[in-house]
């Protein structure tokens, strides 16, 4: 990662974004400390959060590491930030895991659990601690990344994806419960070229962007973008939104 460019004037502002060390997350973080936000990112390798970091600016950015489906974690992570920063206006969920493939007939349950804990319930749980120590008396934003798979059938990654349908109706869910002081919404991404997501596209990159009317995959900075602005006065009137970032894949439905 390469040493990040100087950020806009000090916003003041401080956002919490889980899965922050690399890809999607990564690209997030940055596009916040570009806006002139602090960050602090979370994940469970902490060589690579400190690498993060180090990109991002110590001076923006710090770290929490630990796994997002732990209780103890979430609740450390929170309470460090507060106790930094003295505040978190922003929560970007993006913490997740999709360790199977293939069909759900033959899904082990310990796994589904594995992947609802990690997905999901950790959301929630960042969301119900992000509340109580700041947004509930003070507002703010949560942006969840979901994923398309959450929005149709998905073949083989099934689990990840009625996780993600459960993460966009979560977000409804906080959406209206904590209005009109904290907006939530989602990305719903379609393959950004991560780590994480390589299996869908190493070895075939060309094959696989021939099918987005873009003609490319989705880089990190694109899903960075997104969350910037959900996060942004800009989008001061949208809430319990999911915003589909797919390079125009859903445009070839039905489509022969």
């Known amino acids: 990662m390469a040493q990040h460019e100087a950020a806009q004037q000090d916003t003041g502002e ?3 974004v889980t899965g922050g060390s690399r890809g999607i997350g990564y690209g997030v973080a940055e596009a916040l400390v570009a806006r002139g ?3 602090c990112i979370t994940g469970r390798n902490e060589d690579a959060l400190k690498e993060a970091v180090a990109a991002l600016g110590p001076q923006r950015a710090m770290y929490v590491a630990g796994k997002a489906h732990d209780d103890e974690h ?6 460090q930030v507060m106790e930094a920063y003295g505040r978190v206006d ?3 969920n993006n913490a997740g895991t999709n360790p199977v493939f293939g069909p759900i007939a033959d ?5 589904a659990r594995k992947v609802f804990e990690t997905n999901v319930v950790s959301a929630l749980g960042f969301a119900q601690s992000t509340w109580a120590a700041w947004q509930r008396e003070n507002g703010g934003t949560i942006v969840n990344v979901a994923s398309i798979a959450g929005m149709s059938a998905s ?3 099934g689990a990840y994806g009625m996780s993600k349908a459960a993460m966009i109706n979560l977000t409804q869910q906080l959406a209206h419960e904590f209005a009109p002081t904290v907006r939530v919404n989602a990305l719903a991404p379609a393959v950004v070229k991560t780590k994480f997501a390589a299996a869908l596209y190493e070895g075939r990159e060309a094959d696989a962007a021939a099918r987005y009317p873009m003609n490319r995959l989705g880089e990190p900075r694109d899903i960075g973008g997104a969350a910037a602005f959900l996060t942004s006065p800009e989008s001061a009137w949208i809430t319990g939104q999911t915003l589909v970032v797919d390079g125009g894949l859903a445009l070839n439905a039905g489509v022969e």
Not at 74 to 79: K, P, T, Y
Not at 107 to 111: I, R, T
């Open 155 to 157: 073949p083989f990654i």
């Open 90 to 92: 922003h929560l970007v």
């Open 74 to 79: 979430r609740r450390s992570a929170v309470e």
């Open 107 to 111: 899904l082990d349950l310990g796994v």
């Open 37 to 39: 936000h602090r960050v």
């Open 14 to 16: 401080v956002a919490i």
